[in-house]
């Protein structure tokens, strides 16, 4: 259930971006990918990553940009949350371009 809610989150936040940044697509694939988020990790997880002391800048850019997006704002806000995305998960990055690396050393992908 966690999986589909985050897919449906980037989806509409894709497709809300496509369409001029629609405030309403925007607010729904935001609350989406927090939802699903809590179902893949957990509500205490959840809670304790978005506010550990080193991340409360980030978790402010988010949460400010989400409630920006709300008040029909929607490009400020998404720029809001795009920083604080950024400074969110600013540690994941080097995991996930070295997993990307390492697809080419799987035999058949790497031919493709």
């Known amino acids: 259930i966690g999986v589909g809610l985050v897919g449906f ?3 509409f936040l894709l497709f809300g971006i496509l369409l ?3 405030s309403v697509l ?3 694939g935001n609350l989406l990918f927090l939802s699903g988020l809590v179902f893949i990790i957990g509500f205490r997880r959840t809670f304790t990553f978005f506010f550990q002391r080193p991340k409360l800048k ?3 850019f988010f949460f400010g940009g989400l409630l920006v997006v709300l008040m029909r704002w929607p490009i400020l806000g998404m720029l809001l949350e795009a ?3 950024i400074s969110l998960f600013r540690s994941f ?3 996930a371009f070295g997993f990307l690396g390492s697809l080419a050393n799987i ?3 790497s031919q493709v």
């Open 9 to 11: 989150g980037l989806f």
């Open 20 to 22: 001029y940044f629609d």
């Open 26 to 28: 925007l607010a729904f």
């Open 58 to 60: 980030g978790t402010s």
């Open 83 to 85: 920083y604080g995305f």
């Open 93 to 95: 990055f080097p995991v």
């Open 107 to 109: 035999p058949l992908l």
